[in-house]
């Protein structure tokens, strides 16, 4: 079936940004001079970006790691023996031992980096569609209830219990009802639904197909970021193959049942992630946000009741009905069932994409995984679950990888992307970008949002610049409560969550009146 | 051109580019009109195919679908993508993001503006650099980040980021 030696260089956006594609072309020039027979492989990413580009050689079956390879290494592997799995420096053993990778429990990035993404047979062979020809032959209810038993909640952030939004949707009663996929991963720190949709994006198919079988919905939305531009590509291809397959279409799987899909590019707003004003933008209107009630459940995308979930979330439920709610329930801790998928980010060494059970501290995360600052220094914050999310004090790092944890200390794991700042970061300038990016992306809804962002800024820009600081940090409180309290979305209603993170656990960034105005059941 | 009585004056003293651009922008809403929340597909096809989507294209989109033309510039303006000048040749989103904040991008922020001579939403004298604020290229392990047009780039440092512009 080969025609030589697989050889494996990733062509996900983050090799590609290493360099990958050079890495791969000078790898078929150098093997064709030397005559050497190889079938090259772009596979997407395994997540050991600090490893990326990471090539891979199979010998006798196994996969054979070297990594970090740039274009002027290749000479020299070949010559090494790379295609035999011939030490090198850059050797990293067999992938799947890397303790990194070993250490992690990858059901829902199973596939990731492992296949070609395009290659349908692959992804069958790799377990592929087990979940949909489950799903095929069960009642709706039936899929509903896995879902809702695996404990699964939505990974986009929000925690919303999943299998209870599809039952929404199923006991509404309407003559047309969608699945729209939340892609718009417009969160600093996060890039698993990025790598889902590059690497495997026929799980994401596979997923969005259960829900529509499961809800009785007939056409799916695949939302996209204009920032991913490769995501768009991939996954426009994957349905076009999916659809030729019969695997989309009039008859999912000799169904019976209808499910299409389609992709839809966002232009760079990043409110349309919140899922009111996601349902807008695909109307095709701006995404301002919507009144809830009504749910999007009930009356969602062109007033037709419609299942809105983010990628990882429908990306997880093919191996829930594959291998069981049980299966998945069995990882996680406390009402955190199943795994997350941990994205390290940020001034951090090892970087990349963990996938774990929850309940695992915080340290472990960014030490052990991590292995500390990129840059050597001590790490002084880690902003986690996103620009509207807190930021966790070094006191707090042995807080448990748990949403309710989470919580408890005025925090929030969100999607899991952990953002690390080393000593050198001032507490001051990231509060005040808060608010920053809460007014150049505020939809301009509510006035606590719209207004209240903007003087957010001056306020912060005052108590920096030591202007009539008593009053000013009063204020800043008081405008932080207001824009909490009084705004319809996430954005406006937590956007004062990292101010509030920095006022409470690093005010000496903010000058000693702020140290002294700390409240007391808070200290750093 | 021979007379037509029924374009406006507005359209005779069209020059022919304005006249095919209004042809294609014609085409493409037409195109793309039957499918179900038209306009952001169709503001994206008009954007890929000419750069930019001319303030021209407001009222024809708007006809071809029946929104007024409130509705169509209200769209055009919500979004940080669409851009209704023409683009350099290339064009540099720099990631203002978190992440990138983390490893330096400030400063390279800096440095893209002092080099191009220009600060965001502008494009140099010579055409060739538009310079975009971007929030987060989901490259996050390997900040900071910059994409020239649809290509993105990792650890990029200013020396990294003077090679990729030269």
């Known amino acids: ?524 | 051109m021979p007379a037509n009585d029924a374009r406006t004056a507005d359209e005779q003293a069209m020059t022919e580019p304005d006249r095919q651009t209004r042809q294609t922008i014609r085409a493409i809403a037409e195109s793309g009109a039957s499918q179900a929340g038209a306009l952001l597909p169709i503001l994206h096809s008009i954007q890929d195919e000419l750069g930019y989507v001319p303030e021209a294209a407001v009222p024809i989109v708007a006809e071809v679908l029946n929104l007024s033309r409130a509705e169509v510039h209200g769209v055009v303006s919500f979004y940080h993508l669409f851009r209704t000048d023409p683009p350099g040749k290339q064009t540099l989103y720099v990631c203002r993001a978190e992440a990138c904040q983390s490893m330096g991008s400030r400063e390279l922020e800096r440095h893209a503006r002092e080099r191009l001579g220009i600060g965001y939403h502008e494009t140099t004298a010579d055409g060739r650099f538009s310079l975009e604020p971007i929030y987060c290229l989901g490259n996050c392990a390997c900040s900071p980040a910059v994409m020239i047009d649809e290509d993105v780039y990792g650890r990029v440092t200013p020396e990294r980021l003077d090679e990729l512009l030269d």
């Open chain 1, 1 to 524: 079936m080969t025609d030589g030696t697989r050889v494996f260089v990733p062509a996900d956006t983050t090799a590609l940004s290493l360099g990958a594609d050079a890495v791969a072309a000078t790898l078929r020039r150098e093997a064709a001079e030397r005559g050497d027979a190889i079938e090259l492989v772009r596979n997407g990413s395994r997540g050991l970006y600090w490893l990326e580009p990471l090539v891979e050689v199979e010998v006798g079956g196994q996969r054979l790691a070297y990594g970090p390879v740039t274009a002027n290494d290749v000479a020299s592997l070949l010559d090494a023996g790379l295609l035999g799995g011939a030490d090198h420096a850059l050797a990293l053993g067999p992938t799947e031992s890397i303790p990194w990778l070993a250490g992690q429990s990858r059901l829902t990035f199973a596939r990731v980096g492992v296949t070609d993404p395009l290659s349908i047979d692959e992804y069958r062979a790799h377990d592929g569609f087990r979940g949909l020809e489950k799903a095929a032959s069960m009642t709706p209810e039936e899929i509903v209830a896995e879902v809702t038993e695996s404990g699964l909640r939505g990974r986009g952030g929000a925690a919303f219990p999943t299998g209870i939004k599809w039952n929404t949707v199923l006991q509404t009663d309407a003559g047309q009802k969608y699945i729209a996929c939340n892609a718009d991963e417009g969160d600093s720190g996060t890039f698993a639904d990025r790598m889902i949709m590059e690497s495997d994006p026929f799980v994401l198919i596979e997923g969005m197909a259960i829900a529509g079988l499961a809800t009785g919905a007939t056409m799916g939305y695949i939302y996209i970021r204009a920032e991913y531009p490769l995501a768009i590509r991939v996954m426009r291809e994957a349905i076009e193959r999916a659809e030729a397959a019969g695997l989309l279409g009039g008859n999912v799987l000799d169904s019976g049942r209808d499910f299409r899909m389609e992709v839809r590019e966002a232009a760079g707003a990043y409110i349309c992630g919140e899922e009111t004003s996601m349902l807008e933008s695909l109307e095709g209107k701006r995404g301002m946000i919507r009144f809830r009630p009504p749910l999007p459940a009930v009356k969602g995308l062109f007033g037709a009741p419609t299942v809105v979930n983010n990628v990882i979330s429908l990306a997880t439920v093919p191996i829930i009905l594959d291998k069981g709610a049980e299966y998945y329930r069995d990882y996680g801790s406390g009402r955190s069932r199943g795994t997350l998928t941990v994205q390290l980010a940020g001034n951090i060494k090892r970087g990349g994409l963990v996938e774990i059970g929850f309940g695992r501290p915080l340290r472990e995360l960014l030490y052990d995984f991590g292995g500390g600052s990129a840059t050597g220094r001590p790490i002084r914050a880690v902003q986690a679950g996103g620009p509207l999310a807190a930021y966790v004090h070094p006191s707090q790092f042995d807080t448990p990888l748990d949403y309710e944890e989470f919580a408890a200390i005025d925090a929030m794991l969100g999607h899991g992307g952990l953002v690390v700042f080393d000593d050198t970061v001032d507490m001051g300038e990231q509060a005040r970008f808060a608010m920053e990016f809460c007014a150049i992306e505020s939809c301009g809804k509510c006035t606590p949002c719209r207004v209240g962002a903007v003087r957010g800024v001056e306020v912060i820009d005052k108590i920096r610049n030591g202007e009539n600081e008593a009053l000013n940090l009063e204020l800043l409180r008081d405008l932080c409560d207001t824009m909490v309290s009084g705004s319809l979305c996430a954005l406006g209603g937590m956007a004062p969550f990292p101010v509030i993170s920095v006022l409470d656990h690093f005010p000496e960034d903010l000058g000693t009146l702020a140290v002294a105005r700390r409240p007391e059941e808070n200290p750093g």
